[in-house]
């Protein structure tokens, strides 16, 4: 067999496994997610077209956390298939080793990667907003003129400075019992506590209002009406982004944000572990052929129910890795980029070793 059908040869078997992984796996996905929320859309009385709508959402995100499941099943489907029909061993015979395959795999396997970084970057956020739109909507109930309502949000902006504020309308750019604290050290020194605020010319313009100044022996109370506060240390963009699921912010957007907060003087810890798995995810995509390719090649008489065994097998192996080193990275036990990445090496010390054990 010339190597250039070869390759032809072996790319085309993956990609067709691949497709069927990866459509398998959304289905089940979609299954098993519609089973559980089921009795909830049948209590809200949630048409067909709307469920149709929530998962059409719903399915970039499923085929983004999918992929490297597919991308697994496919790997040991591909290489089981082969070792099954003894076409490994003539591609041995004939000089072709597993060297060869491997390049070819990890090879899409990366470029797989990149594709997955950029869609969760561009498609996903998006979708996933949507998507939780229509939850809200139709089975939480909540109406559309209130939906970008956020209640209670606490920041510390500056370390000296801390807001709660009651709720947040986006739509209107509009704060709703605002609680404005200035302190030096552990004393109170001001505080601006409002009915309502509206940000009108990149200021906040509070209508009514009381403004308490504390000196150590008294306090002054003053209030007023239309007055514009542009020092009060955060924007509509911070309200928004504090109650924005990371699912729902790229990578960027999310940077810039984690950035932000530090900068007020909050704690980014959870946000970015939620960013320094952004990175880390679409890499598993590369990974898991690695760890596939021996593990396929090892098991030669194995059959699909096998092969699908133990792609599920490492694929709930490998995302438990993953949660768990996403509660130490929020816990503050692990540091962002190692609670990300500790799976991710893990499991790519161990199909190195794995490849290196097998018979090429």
């Known amino acids: ?71 697994l099943l496919a790997t040991l489907f591909t290489i089981g298939g082969l070792s099954r029909t003894h076409e490994l061993t003539a591609m041995k015979a004939s000089g072709i080793n597993l060297h060869r395959i491997l390049f070819h795999l990890l090879f899409i396997g990366i470029l797989l990667s990149g ?29 559309s003129d209130k939906a970008g309502r956020r209640g209670d949000i606490y920041l510390r902006n500056q370390p000296d400075e801390q807001v709660h504020i009651k ?30 605020a509206l940000w009108r010319d990149s200021t906040w313009v509070i209508d009514i209002g009381s403004r308490w100044t504390f000196y150590p022996d008294s306090s002054v109370r003053r209030q007023f009406t239309d007055m514009t506060f542009s020092d009060l240390g955060f924007g509509p963009s911070d309200l928004v982004k504090v109650q924005t699921d990371p699912e729902e912010m790229g990578y960027w957007q999310l940077d810039s944000f984690v950035t932000r907060l530090r900068d007020m003087g909050g704690d980014p810890q959870r946000w970015s572990v939620e960013l320094a798995f952004k990175t880390s995810m679409p890499w598993t995509c590369a990974i898991v052929i690695l760890l596939g390719v021996p593990i396929a090649a090892h098991y030669r008489r194995s059959g699909v129910s096998l092969s699908f065994g133990i792609g599920l097998f490492i694929s709930f192996v490998y995302f438990g890795l993953q949660q768990i080193g996403k509660v130490l990275g929020f816990n503050g036990a692990l540091e962002p980029h190692y609670a990300a990445w500790a799976g991710n090496l893990l499991f790519l010390l161990v199909g190195i070793f794995l490849y290196w054990k097998v018979e090429k």
């Not at 509009?174 to 309502?196: G, P, S």
């Open 115 to 143: 594709w997955n970084f950029i869609f969760g970057e561009t498609v996903v956020p998006y979708s996933n907003k949507m998507n939780k739109d229509i939850y809200r909507y139709h089975v939480k109930g909540i109406k």
């Open 1 to 71: 067999m010339p190597f250039k059908l070869f390759d032809r040869y072996i790319i085309g078997i993956f990609i067709r496994q691949l497709l069927f992984s990866l459509i398998a796996a959304a289905v089940i996905f979609i299954i098993v997610d519609l089973i559980e929320h089921l009795d909830r859309f049948i209590d809200k009385n949630v048409g067909f077209w709307v469920i149709f709508r929530y998962y059409g959402y719903f399915l970039p995100y499923i085929l983004y956390l999918v992929l490297p499941v597919a991308i």
């Open 167 to 196: 709720y947040y309308d986006a739509e209107k750019e509009t704060v709703f019992n605002l609680d404005w604290q200035h302190y030096d050290k552990e004393i109170m020194k001001q505080r601006i506590v409002a009915r309502k």
